[in-house]
């Protein structure tokens, strides 16, 4: 009877623990969550004055071109020995919120960090998942906007994703989204990388007046076409492979190849004598001054 007593009582406790746990955990999901976390910043003088500077910084700005390797934008690294970079973007919003567990999971058994590009929107659909990645020194966190939408300061668009249409909304993007990740992890992103990797000359020089440094990408894997076949995605990455290369790849989208292709393509690095690192261990370089 004792015995009884005892289990009921630890269960009791343990359910408790576990309400309390759960309940805490919901409510600070919430409180970061996209709307909530812009609101708070509305609020927020440093945030509101720095808003303010930059608008006026480019309130007669020019888009400059548009694309992905525009000037401003980093897309490798500076490297005379074999090692790479392996990035991947978690993008976020409807069928984008997914999470590739295998993917990741096969990195942490095969030692292989890699650099993870999240949204806000990601974050707030997988907020218990991106704590534990944040903790996980195998990969580093960094920014791929607040909503995903690719940083235009005129309203341009890509792959029918609608692109920030001024200033003031590409300055939210980067810098909301920058201090939604540093006060989750304590670790502001220091790289940032558009939604669909495009953006404008203007962007980029926003993102710098930013202290973050807008990256591109140098081999690009493919497996963001949807069902991408493994080989094809394999040969992407390994015919165009190269010391300092920064490879971008996917891991909300458990449904396509990324896991299956990485399964070949690490090996095959591997025996080619390349090292893999994460992005914050180089310093990177840009073909266009």
């Known amino acids: 009877m004792k015995r009884n007593k005892f289990t009921y009582k630890f269960l009791g406790i343990f359910s408790l623990f576990f309400i309390v746990h759960f309940t805490t955990n919901a409510q600070i999901a919430s409180d970061y969550s996209n709307v909530k976390f812009l609101k708070m910043l509305d609020h927020d003088t440093s945030y509101v004055n720095l808003k303010k500077r930059i608008i006026n910084d480019f309130i007669h700005a ?68 991106f704590l534990a990645l944040s903790k996980d020194t195998l990969f580093e966190i960094e920014n791929h906007g607040l909503n995903h939408q690719p940083c235009s300061i005129d309203g341009e668009s890509k792959y029918g994703i609608h692109g920030t249409a001024n200033a003031a909304q590409a300055f939210d993007e980067i810098e909301a989204n920058a201090r939604k990740i540093e006060a989750i992890t304590h670790r502001r992103p220091i790289y940032y990388r558009s939604a669909t990797a495009f953006i404008d000359e203007a962007g980029a020089r926003l993102a710098s007046k930013l202290g973050i440094t807008a990256i591109s990408f140098q081999v690009l894997s493919g497996d963001a076409v949807p069902y991408t076949p493994v080989p094809v995605i394999e040969e992407s990455v390994l015919q165009n492979i190269k010391p300092g290369a920064i490879v971008i790849m996917h891991f909300n989208h458990p449904e396509w190849n990324t896991y299956e292709a990485m399964q070949k393509i690490v090996p095959r690095l591997r025996q080619m004598g390349y090292h893999f690192v994460k992005l914050d261990e180089f310093k990177l370089r840009s073909e266009k001054k």
């Open 62 to 129: 020019q888009p400059g071109h548009w694309g992905e390797f525009v000037k401003g934008v980093d897309e490798d690294f500076y490297t005379k020995q074999k090692y790479i970079a392996f990035t991947f973007d978690g993008c976020g919003g409807p069928k984008r919120n997914g999470y590739d567990a295998e993917l990741i999971n096969y990195m942490r058994k095969e030692k292989v960090p890699g650099t993870l590009f999240v949204t806000g929107k990601w974050i707030d659909a997988n907020f218990k998942t």
